[in-house]
């Protein structure tokens, strides 16, 4: 079973993070991946949305069908993909030479964990990204 690292290297990786790769970012306001980029992105952090399904620019930012087309460097890849879709998300993540693989809350696979620590990656499962920044940060990084 995979353990997360403790709240201070999540408050360092947070810190020194400035791009974050949202996989399944929804186009939809009401959608929870949505709420969450803007949170991170209002946070001081950019996004890049990463969804084949979408064409328009979502939060002011042109989406990607997947990390490894992202021309600029990931520093997290935070996934609201069902658990069974997200080993090849880490293999993105890992071609793209991410340092974080961040699976949202309710989202566990130990596989995607083990290949992108295998790659040297930091694994985050089933935990908020939002959620952590604002309880570790309380008001800016």
């Not at 970012?25 to 969450?36: D, G, K, Q, V």
């Not at 950019?46 to 042109?62: D, K, T």
């Not at 490894?68 to 879709?85: A, M, Q, T, W």
């Amino acid at each position: 079973m995979h353990d997360n690292p403790g709240n201070d290297e999540i408050r360092n990786l947070l810190k020194e993070a400035k791009h974050i790769a949202v996989v399944g970012l929804s186009a939809n306001p009401e959608r929870t991946s949505h709420m969450i980029a803007k949170a991170i992105q209002d946070a001081g952090y950019r996004i890049f949305p990463v969804n084949p399904g979408l064409s328009e620019p979502v939060l002011g930012e042109v989406p990607y069908a997947s990390v490894k087309d992202i021309p600029e460097r990931v520093d997290i890849v935070d996934v609201f993909r069902r658990s069974e879709h997200c080993l090849s998300v880490a293999e993105d993540a890992v071609a793209a030479g991410a340092k974080v693989l961040w699976l949202q809350q309710g989202i566990i696979n130990e596989e995607a964990a083990r290949l992108a620590k295998d790659a040297g990656l930091t694994v985050i499962m089933d935990r908020c990204i939002k959620v952590d920044h604002a309880i570790l940060f309380r008001g800016g990084r």
